[in-house]
Structures are given as structure tokens and as C-alpha cells.
């Protein structure tokens, strides 16, 4: 027997499995301490009601022989591929029905769509960067092998840092496939049209793919483009995926798309064509219910329940620079996202700031250098508490930094 010896590559756990870990240790030793999680991105509020409301009426159509719901279609019930088609017409882009494809979300999705792409395809990723992008690069063997300074050999590495505003920059190497993320996450930073633009005309000069996750797209508040596909020419070298994870609560419900334009070709053959065959082979779609709880944050009423929503962690991001500022951190994001990117303390790495937090001041986030060599020194806590949690945990910092 063989095994996928790339899987021996990786580090032994995920990095918020890390995280869990040292947190369930610190509050084994410490029973008593009352800690405030800003790490791990995940959703607080409750789903919006009008949601609620669709998944109840779902519910009640399984009950009943003439309205029960099997398996889902491969690529997504039409309902909700409506939903999404006016969605994306709503700030100016045409996406046709075929090219949407509903999923479970858009982790599994970046994750995945590798499967259609040749082992031997040159991989641009940013640095910091969300760690899926490089783990699963790393288990299908296109990411070589891990190097001193952090790097893997075989990937192409866009660094992200200070100088350059945290923005990728164009590199004069060739790429086959580069994993964007606008709003960014760890850095919360949003792509202009302009840096969208280089980018879509690299990727039509070297015959490459842009892999865009656009899963923060509805925490943009500053006009950036909130879809690849506004920019011209992307729909021959680009597939955006998106996520109702953050922007309706779906984070424990599961659901998420990938749009891959009619026109996106290579070799001559469409990728859409090949993306929908993998997913019709190892995915027997997202539930009924499910859908029609999406579909129901698109509408009039569900859209003004999710902005609330959004509105409610953007102030707490804002909340979190702007004590972290105070108290003298240089910080990043919380403007187009959910995430505040701050500067350790000089000299500080980006772990032993971790274990200070945790333990001085009970306040769990995640280290940047989890994110990428070029995440060391860094660190990044989220919008996504409670209005309540989160001024507590500023005050916290304020009264451990100030």
C-alpha cells in the first residue's frame, strides 16, 4: 500500500487547532479566568430571521409527500441561483445561471478546485495568506518541500507587507494559478481597481487563473470592487468564490458559491465544464433547507437584516483598531473587514504575543506568523464578539499597553 506521502509534509495540526489546544490548557490550569475569544473568524450573532423564517417553511415541505426534497441538484437549485444572479446584478455584473455553483463553502471550494488543475501548475500565494491555500497545494504535491526561512520551495510566494500596504504585488515570474483574497484575510486589506486591474492583465498575459475568494466581499465600505468580474476582462482568467459564512451566519449552516465564467478557457477546454464534473463526483450538493435559508438573505427583507448585522462587527473591528491605536499598536484592516491586523511590539514574535494575551489579559487571537513567515510579528483579532466582549477585551489591552 501507498499513502499520499504529502500529507507527511504538513505541520501536525491546523493552525486554530494549535490555538484550541493552548486555550484548553490555559483554562484547565485556570478554571476561574473569564476569556474573550477574538481568534478563530467565526460568526456570534444569530441567522437573520428571515432566514429563520425560509428554513422553518423548508422544514414543513419535507414533512409532506408532495413537497419533500431529495437529493439537490448538482450545481444548485434554481431558486437560489436566481437569488445570486440578481444579487451580482445589483452591483453591476451579468453572471449567467450555468456558471454558479452552490457548495457547502468557500473553504472547501479554494480547497478543492485544485483538483481540476495539473500537479505540475506554477502556485502564486500571498504571504501572510489563509492557510488552506498553501495546505492543499502542499497535500496534492505542487508546494515541494518546506524550506529554512518558512517557505515552501515550489510555490511562489507574493509578500505582503508594511511597505506595500499589505497589497500583492505583480511579480515579474510566471504563475499558472494565484490565490487572491480581497477583503484579505489575515490583513483585512481590500483590492483597488486599480491593483485588481494589474492583476487581471498579468493573468490574460501569462494564460494564468486568478483563484479569487471574495468571502468578505460584503464588509467593503470604501467603494473597492466587491467582485473580480467588475473588473474588465476577468471573466477569461478568473473564478470567484463566495461565502453566505460570514456575510448571513452560515458559518455552522454551510453554504457558499463558485461562479466560473462560460469564457474561462485553457488547452481548449472550459474550466467550468471540469469543475462541474468534480463536484458532481464528489459532492451530492447542499441541502434543501439549506438553500432556501440562503435564498431568503438575498430578498429585500433579508439583505436589511444582514447589513445589520454586518454593521454590528464592523463596529466592533473599528472598536478594536481604534483602542489598539490608542494604546500604541500600528494597525491594519477593520475598515473593509471584519479583521484588525496590529504590529507586535518590537522584538515581540507573533506566538509569544499570543501567550500574553492569553495570559495577562485572558484575550484569545491568532498569531500572524500562523498566516505565512511574513506573518511573524504580527497578529490579528476579529469584529466577530460581541459588542459587550469586545470593549472589554479593548480595555484589556488599553489597560496592559497604554
Known amino acids: 500500500m501507498q499513502l499520499n506521502d504529502n500529507f507527511q509534509k504538513l505541520q501536525k495540526n491546523y493552525l486554530f487547532a494549535n490555538i484550541g489546544q493552548r486555550v484548553r490548557a490555559y483554562q484547565a490550569a485556570h478554571p476561574e479566568a473569564d476569556i474573550i475569544r477574538l481568534g478563530i473568524g467565526d460568526v456570534t450573532r444569530p441567522l437573520p430571521a428571515a432566514a429563520i423564517e425560509a428554513m422553518h417553511r423548508a422544514v414543513e415541505d419535507m414533512a409532506g409527500a408532495d413537497t419533500f426534497v431529495g437529493y439537490p441538484t448538482d450545481y444548485g437549485l434554481h431558486f437560489l441561483e436566481d437569488a445570486i444572479q440578481a444579487d451580482y446584478a445589483r452591483i453591476g455584473v451579468d453572471v449567467d445561471i450555468s456558471e454558479i455553483y452552490i457548495s457547502d463553502g468557500a473553504k472547501s471550494d479554494t480547497g478543492n478546485i485544485g483538483d481540476i488543475f495539473g500537479a505540475d501548475n506554477a502556485v502564486a500565494v500571498c504571504d501572510p495568506v489563509y492557510p488552506v491555500y498553501v495546505d492543499t497545494n502542499v497535500m496534492a504535491g505542487r508546494a515541494g518541500e518546506i524550506a529554512a526561512d518558512g517557505h515552501w520551495s515550489k510555490l511562489l510566494y507574493l509578500t505582503c507587507t508594511a511597505e506595500n500596504d499589505f497589497a500583492p504585488q505583480v511579480p515579474d515570474e510566471h504563475a499558472d494559478l494565484v490565490y487572491l483574497c480581497s477583503p484579505n484575510n489575515p490583513t483585512g486589506q481590500a483590492m483597488s481597481e486599480a491593483q485588481l486591474s494589474d492583476w487581471v492583465a498579468y493573468a490574460n498575459r501569462e494564460g494564468a487563473v486568478l483563484l479569487y475568494d471574495a468571502a468578505y466581499e460584503a464588509f467593503i465600505t ?33 453554504c457558499a458559491y463558485t461562479v466560473v465564467p462560460k469564457e474561462l478557457e485553457r488547452n481548449g477546454i472550459n474550466i467550468g465544464t471540469l469543475w462541474g464534473r468534480r463536484q458532481a463526483t464528489k459532492f451530492n450538493g447542499v441541502s434543501y433547507i ?8 438575498l430578498t429585500e427583507e433579508g439583505r436589511v437584516q444582514v447589513q445589520e448585522t454586518l454593521d454590528y462587527y464592523q463596529a466592533n473591528a473599528k472598536a478594536i483598531r481604534a483602542g489598539l491605536e490608542s494604546a500604541g499598536f500600528k494597525c491594519w484592516g477593520g475598515i473593509n473587514s471584519p479583521y484588525v491586523w496590529l504590529k507586535a511590539p518590537e522584538g515581540m514574535a507573533s506566538w509569544d504575543l499570543f501567550d500574553l494575551l492569553l495570559n495577562e489579559c485572558q484575550i484569545v487571537g491568532t498569531p500572524g506568523s500562523g498566516f505565512g513567515p511574513a506573518g511573524e510579528g504580527y497578529f490579528r483579532l476579529t469584529g466577530f464578539g460581541t459588542a459587550e466582549r469586545t470593549a472589554e477585551a479593548v480595555r484589556r489591552i488599553q489597560a496592559r499597553f497604554a
Not at 466587491?226 to 476582462?233: A, E, H, N, V, Y
Not at 473564478?239 to 451566519?249: D, M, N, P, Y
Not at 439549506?290 to 435564498?295: D, R, V
Open 222 to 254: 470604501d467603494g473597492s470592487p466587491r467582485s473580480i468580474f467588475l473588473i474588465p476582462g476577468a471573466r477569461t482568467c478568473a473564478i470567484e468564490f463566495r461565502s453566505f459564512s460570514k456575510t448571513a451566519g452560515f458559518t455552522g449552516v454551510r
Open 290 to 297: 439549506t438553500q432556501k435559508g440562503a435564498e431568503a438573505t
